[in-house]
């Protein structure tokens, strides 16, 4: 008798098979390489973008951080996930989801943003700095520092985006960090 496994028990399933994939992307380089590239890297993509668009919110949540996780690695890395197409979904879940989603996005944006060109398409195509700037007024620590690390990235990679962060309101955005309890913000905001 053939047992098939119901949505619930499959998403399980699935939510298990992401942490063990993520977890094992953020232990190595190596990994990740034979992964992306000896493992059929394009159908473990395409899986993850499936997942990224799913309706489970626990399973969007999870691909996105092994996303995230991958463009932690090395450039060839960063570029199969762009070339993938990833960049225009998470900034969409940077900008739209619900807050969870919306932190594990800025961590995955953040992983890129080291590749100088994708972070300009970031900032002008995609406009990401208003969202970023909204995340520095949310109270949550972490989140503070990496859209603090992000902005300063910004500011340093481009001297035009220096105004682009003024006219979003970044002066504001830093002002609330260095009136923020937690100390330790006032040095990143400064």
């Not at 590749?115 to 208003?130: A, F, G, M, T, Y």
């Not at 909204?134 to 859209?147: E, N, S, T, W």
């Not at 985006?161 to 006219?167: K, L, P």
Request: contains cysteine.
């Amino acid at each position: 008798m053939l047992i098939v496994p119901d949505r619930t028990h499959l998403i399980k399933v699935f939510l298990l098979a992401l942490r063990c994939l993520g977890n094992m992307l953020a232990y190595s380089d190596k990994f990740n390489e034979k992964v992306i590239s000896d493992c059929g890297g394009k159908h473990i993509l395409d899986c993850l973008a499936f997942c990224m668009k799913h309706q489970h919110r626990g399973l969007r949540k999870e691909a996105i951080w092994v996303v995230g996780n991958i463009l932690a690695g090395p450039p060839s890395h960063k570029k199969a996930v762009v070339d993938a197409g990833f960049l225009p979904q998470l900034v969409d879940i940077l900008q739209k989801s619900q807050f969870d989603l919306r932190k594990e996005a800025v961590y995955a944006l953040f992983n890129v943003a080291s590749q100088l060109h994708i972070l300009s398409i970031l900032v002008e195509k995609h406009e990401i700095i208003p969202s970023i700037l909204d995340l520095i007024k949310i109270d949550d620590v972490d989140l503070i520092k990496i859209c603090l690390m992000f902005t300063e990235v910004i500011l340093a990679s481009n001297k035009k985006f220096v105004s682009m962060v003024e006219e979003a309101g970044g002066i504001e955005a830093l002002e609330t960090v260095q009136t923020h309890p937690n100390t330790e913000l006032w040095d990143h905001a400064g």
